[in-house]
């Protein structure tokens, strides 16, 4: 049985139900590596010491510090954050609900399952869940976890909520200026439209499921090969183009035609890129 990150209460006005929090994805599938003494072929053992003292400690013993200024710290006793209980620590309190589509996917950062802890809180939890497939609405609260308080985005998925945490406003990086590129040239219409066509051709739906991991592929082959004692394969270098004046124009086009399309009427009043012989930079 899955453990859960999270237990409290939801609430909707004056309905409550007990509920417990769980991840929604996972990575144990991922490969994990140890550190290892090629001499010896032992793992590590990472020891926790006192820089000052040479000292050997329990990490059970340590408690928790804030540096205010440089090798000054405010020390916090666990028992003392444990003590720090705000509302949204056990308790999620649906606030607003609002279009999804509303929400700028930037926002949108882990997604958990919200689900019934207890029997008796079975029934409220269905009807918040299916008032909100309803209306088509994702419901706005906040919860605390790994100290923090976040705000968090619910919405009905199947027999469970699907709850995903949400960054705040200061969390986010504005793109402006983002790679030191200030200003954009303006495209080419031509060059447009046969960037539109190609697009078109590449269309199609989302399916997660087509998708491999082709570097841990690698990794695993890798491991495998070593394993048996054979020479890992190494890959062949990948050509870089960095910087290289290509022509554009040019590109696009050959690109079009390796995907069976067929090139646009010129835009009226524009010259083409053979016209110009312009040639631009790859970014």
């Known amino acids: 049985m899955a453990h859960s990150v999270w237990q409290g209460h939801l609430r909707l006005s004056l309905v409550t139900c007990p509920v417990a929090l769980f991840k929604a994805t996972s990575t144990k599938n991922g490969v994990s590596f140890n550190l290892i003494n090629p001499e010896t072929g032992s793992r590590i053992v990472q020891v926790v010491k006192d820089p000052t003292t040479g000292e050997e400690l329990d990490r059970k013993t340590l408690v928790k510090g804030y540096e205010v200024a440089k090798n000054q710290y405010v020390l916090i006793d666990p028992a003392e954050l444990k003590a720090l209980r705000t509302e949204s620590t056990q308790l ?167 995907s069976g399309g067929s090139e646009p009427a010129p835009s009226k009043g524009v010259k083409t890129a053979a016209g110009r012989g312009k040639k631009r930079r790859a970014v």
């Open 92 to 258: 999620l309190d649906l606030e607003r609900f609002v279009d999804a589509a509303t929400i700028d996917r930037i926002y949108w950062d882990e997604p958990y399952y919200l689900a019934p802890s207890e029997p008796a809180g079975v029934e409220a939890f269905s009807v918040i869940l299916e008032a909100m497939r309803e209306k088509n609405r994702v419901g706005i609260g906040k919860l605390v976890l790994n100290m923090r308080e976040r705000i968090c985005a619910l919405e009905a998925r199947g027999d469970a909520i699907l709850l995903t945490t949400l960054r705040t406003h200061e969390d986010i990086v504005e793109a402006t200026g983002i790679g030191g590129v200030t200003d954009l040239p303006k495209p080419d219409r031509d060059m447009l439209e046969i960037a539109g066509k190609i697009i078109t051709q590449k269309e199609g739906a989302f399916d997660p499921q087509t998708f491999r991991d082709s570097y841990e592929d690698a990794v695993h082959d890798l491991i495998a090969r070593k394993k048996e004692g054979q020479t890992p394969v190494n890959a062949p270098p990948v050509d870089k183009e960095d910087g290289k004046v290509i022509d554009l124009m040019e590109a696009l086009r050959r690109s079009l035609k390796a």
